[in-house]
């Protein structure tokens, strides 16, 4: 039976690109195997596919454990402490595990995978349930699968999360894509063309006035640690632009993209809504030719759970105690209550069927998630396990 750590080497060493959706398959039969040699029966659902593994644990209750082997590309190699490194090679420094996905979120993958090795054959609070999808890094495509297949549980926990403080709400992500058409022509004749490159600068500057209407959107739920605003706030931001393929010719059009946060307590139709608005003004005043196109069918809208809801108060009780056993008083260790997430996750699809839920993971702000040299202090994966292991077998009292 594999180590925490040697189940870790392994799926960081599969290449689960989430765009590409390489190995999906792959990892997810490696994942039911794993369990498969805990004399558990797990099952495979959806085209990601997505693993499901019960325990049945004499509960009357069942708590989803929710991860994703998915992870965003990585270019490589990095180069970390001297070494060059593959990011799919993984390498353990000094209580750091490197490698694409090590936090983000085949962590998550591994301390449930140890959870349940740890207390099979236990009577638990909690029936436990791993979900572990592919397509979270692509808004959710597994969970989507999970849900859509009838699935139900009556508490979940994301495993998909910061570490310094249990999330009790997420930002929801809208994604959004304008689009300026001009007329196109030889750039030594600018006058005789429409620039969309101008163009589209100029409703980007303007469309800086919607970024901070958004900002004066405020949540009731506390925003993380070490954040500019107190209470989660909207934002606005442009991720992607486009246009052209010559440095001679004007182009006939220009593309941006954007990522629009909602707070979890705001009524999503109503911000696409408002959006659309001034848009709509925007251009009318510029006087440029522009469509923009959003699409809630599938978007992440964002989650919020009461802080009385029994998991909220056993996460946040277990998650102080387990600081408190892994690293003592230390200073720069310290457990930071509770919060939302600037984030989004898999949560909303729980959110969405009345599941009370939280989110509690081994993130950092110094892992370098979706970055070059991401890695995961080992310590926090220990933390991880015994969280859950308290949430699971402690009264609580």
Not at 90 to 107: N, T
Not at 252 to 258: H, I, K, P, S
Not at 328 to 345: H, S, T, Y
């Amino acid at each position: 039976m594999l180590s925490l750590v040697e189940f870790l080497f392994e799926l960081i060493r599969l290449n689960t690109d989430a765009e590409k959706r390489l190995n999906h398959r792959e990892a997810a039969e490696l994942i039911a195997k794993r369990f498969e040699e805990l004399d558990l029966e797990p099952e495979l659902i959806g085209d990601m596919p997505n693993v499901i593994v019960r325990m049945d644990a004499g509960a009357e209750e069942d708590l989803a454990i929710v991860s994703h082997y998915d992870v965003v590309p990585a270019a490589g190699p990095w180069k970390i402490e001297g070494k060059v490194v593959d990011p799919f090679t993984p390498l353990e420094i000094d209580g750091k595990i490197y490698g694409r996905g090590s936090a983000d979120d085949k962590s998550g993958i591994v301390v449930t995978y140890e959870i349940f090795r740890k207390l099979k054959g236990r009577r638990l609070r909690y029936n436990p349930v791993a979900v572990i999808v592919g397509g979270e890094e692509m808004g959710g495509i597994g969970i989507r699968e999970v849900m859509d297949s009838g699935f139900r549980s009556d508490a979940a926990i994301i495993l998909d999360s910061s570490v310094s403080y249990v999330a009790i709400g997420a930002s929801g992500a809208v994604p959004g894509w304008i689009k300026v058409k001009g007329i196109g022509g030889h750039a030594g004749s600018p006058f005789r063309c429409v620039n969309p490159v101008t163009q589209i600068c100029e409703l980007i500057t303007e469309m800086k006035e919607f970024s901070s209407y958004r900002a004066g959107k405020l949540s009731e739920l506390p925003s993380p640690p070490n954040t500019p605003i107190p209470k989660l706030w909207g934002r606005l931001t442009f991720t992607i632009l486009r246009a052209g393929d010559k440095t001679n010719v004007i182009p006939e059009e220009a593309v941006a993209a954007f990522d629009l946060r909602l707070i979890p307590d705001e009524d999503p139709e109503e911000a696409v809504e408002e959006l659309y608005s001034f848009f709509n003004q925007a251009i009318t005043r510029l006087g440029i030719n522009a469509t923009l196109k959003i699409s809630l069918e599938n978007a992440n809208t964002g989650w919020m759970t009461d802080p009385s809801e029994e998991i909220v108060r056993r996460t946040a009780k277990a998650a102080k105690k387990a600081y408190l056993e892994i690293y003592g008083e230390r200073e720069d260790r310290k457990f930071k209550g509770m919060a939302a997430e600037l984030g989004g996750n898999d949560g909303y699809c729980f959110f969405k069927k009345g599941i009370p839920l939280v989110s509690f993971g081994a993130i950092r702000e110094d892992n370098n998630i979706h970055r070059s040299n991401e890695f995961v202090y080992l310590d926090d994966i220990r933390l991880l396990v015994r969280t859950l292991e308290l949430i699971l077998t402690s009264t609580m009292d």
